[in-house]
């Protein structure tokens, strides 16, 4: 079972990180698939697409969910009867993230391509004092995806409605602001990179 981080951030908050090694037919065998999650299987054309979903839900095994307690609304976000969740995969990885708190984690593979499509969301950080380079631009990315994960707007502009506050690779966290009309919060943002992903997180405040 390739669950290669199983944080316990609080007695309620916990994120589990897993890496997908499996085939498709032993990540199903672990599993008592509903009707509907057979279904939904079958849609998904690709087959990391089909790994990803069974991840997901083997994470949700682990977490005492039953997969009839997910569910999304239309705007695809996620939610359970016990509390918060958030979801985030990309390639080979996969996390969720449960608290009795709102929540939005993001994780993503180490790449280029927040590097190349930094233009669509950084605004405001470019008129910071820091070099906006390969990992700096995905764990901003990362960032900016916890955040709008985790409020209740439709229409979330990354570069005008979410500031990331200037940080350091070798700090743990930072703060980020929300603004939008009348609207305007700040909360921490946790975050880390690796050799192989980056990942960042936010926790609602009560």
């Not at 979801?87 to 449960?98: M, P, Q």
């Not at 200037?166 to 980020?176: A, D, G, V, Y």
């Amino acid at each position: 079972m390739p669950v290669i981080e199983d944080i316990h951030l609080s007695s309620t908050t916990r994120i589990i990180v897993w890496e997908i090694k499996e085939t498709i037919d032993f990540l199903k065998s672990e599993l008592n698939l509903s009707d509907f999650s057979k279904k939904t299987l079958l849609k998904k054309k690709s087959a990391i697409h089909q790994k990803q979903f069974l991840a997901v839900r083997n994470i949700l095994k682990l977490l005492s969910i039953h997969e009839i307690d997910l569910s999304y609304n239309v705007n695809g976000k996620p939610s359970i009867k016990s509390g918060y969740i958030s979801i985030s995969h990309s390639n080979e990885f996969v996390t969720v993230l449960v608290s009795d708190q709102k929540v939005g984690v993001d994780i993503e593979s180490n790449s280029n391509k927040c590097f190349r499509i930094m233009e669509k969301f950084i605004g405001t950080e470019n008129e910071f004092p820091i070099r906006i380079e390969r990992k700096i631009a995905q764990v901003i990315w990362n960032m900016k995806e916890s955040l709008f994960k985790m409020m209740d707007f439709k229409e979330i502009d990354f570069k005008e409605n979410i500031i990331v506050i200037p940080f350091s690779l070798n700090e743990k966290q930072t703060k980020i602001w929300f603004v939008k009309n009348e609207v305007s919060q700040d909360f921490n943002v946790n975050y880390f990179i690796n050799k192989n992903y980056s990942l960042a997180y936010i926790i609602g405040k009560e």
